[in-house]
Antibody, heavy 121, light 109 residues
C-alpha cells in the first residue's frame, strides 16, 4: 500500500526551529517530486514547498521563503522540512504529499496523516 | 501567490447537482491545465477528486466532474449524496508553485 507518514511536529516557541520528516512506503520514492502542504486550525490548505525527485530543484511559497528548507535523502527514503524562525502564523498541520505522476507539476494524490506544529510561548 | 477564489459555501439536496467555482488569473488557472480538486472531511487528510482539470483518479465516482473556462475552473457534483458533505478545495499549478483556493463548504440538505 502506498503511504506517507509524517513525524517531528510539536510545540515550539516563536523564533524556534523544528524538523519535520516524511517516510514513504509502497512506491519508488526517488522517482517522485514531493511537496509539503499545511493547514492552519480552521483554515484552508496552503502549499508550502516542493522538491524534485533527485533533490536538485526546490520551490517555496513566499510566506516561508528564507525560513524553511525542504530536502530529501533518497538513500534513507525520507523527505524533510526544516522550519526556522518560526512564527505564530506557522501553526498548522503539515502534510507531505505525493503527485499523481512523478512530474513535479502534477496534483497530489497521496497524503500523509499530517503532523501538528504549534508555535506559541 | 494569491489564493484562488471559491464561494465559502454551497448547498443542495440529495440527488441534485451542485457546481463549485474557482477563479484564478492568467498566471495560474488560465495558464495551465493543472487544476485539481480536493475533498476534505473533518479531521481527515484531503482526498484528490479531480486532476488536470477533468481527470478522475481511480475510485472516484463519475458523479464528480471538472471543467475550465479561461481563468475559472468548476467542480460539478451530480446526484448529491449525504457523504459528499465536506470541504472542497481547488488548486492550480502556477509555474514553480501551487496555489489553493480558500475552500468551499458543501452542505447536503
Amino acid at each position: 500500500e502506498v503511504q506517507l507518514l509524517e513525524s517531528g511536529g510539536g510545540l515550539v516557541q516563536p523564533g524556534g526551529s523544528l524538523r519535520l520528516s516524511c517516510a514513504p512506503s509502497g512506491f519508488t520514492f526517488s522517482n517522485y517530486a514531493m511537496s509539503w502542504v499545511r493547514q492552519a486550525p480552521g483554515k484552508g490548505l496552503e502549499w508550502v514547498s516542493a522538491i524534485t525527485g533527485g533533490g536538485g530543484g526546490t520551490y517555496y511559497a513566499d510566506s516561508v521563503k528564507g525560513r524553511f528548507t525542504i530536502s530529501r535523502d533518497n538513500s534513507k527514503n525520507t523527505l524533510y522540512l526544516q522550519l526556522n524562525s518560526l512564527r505564530a502564523e506557522d501553526t498548522a498541520i503539515y502534510y507531505c504529499a505525493r503527485p499523481v505522476v512523478p512530474a513535479a507539476m502534477s496534483a497530489f494524490d497521496i497524503w500523509g496523516q499530517g503532523t501538528m506544529v504549534t508555535v506559541s510561548s | 501567490q494569491s489564493a484562488l477564489t471559491q464561494p465559502r459555501s454551497v448547498s443542495g439536496s440529495p440527488g441534485q447537482s451542485v457546481t463549485i467555482s474557482c477563479t484564478g488569473s492568467s498566471s495560474d488557472v488560465a495558464a495551465y491545465n493543472h487544476v485539481s480538486w480536493y475533498q476534505q472531511h473533518p479531521g481527515k487528510a484531503p482526498k484528490l477528486m479531480i486532476y488536470d482539470v477533468n481527470k478522475r483518479p481511480s475510485g472516484v465516482p463519475d458523479r464528480f466532474s471538472g471543467s475550465k473556462s479561461g481563468n475559472t475552473a468548476s467542480l460539478t457534483i451530480s446526484g448529491l449524496q449525504a457523504e459528499d458533505e465536506a470541504d472542497y478545495y481547488c488548486c492550480s499549478y502556477a509555474g514553480s508553485f501551487w496555489v489553493f483556493g480558500g475552500g468551499t463548504k458543501l452542505t447536503v440538505l
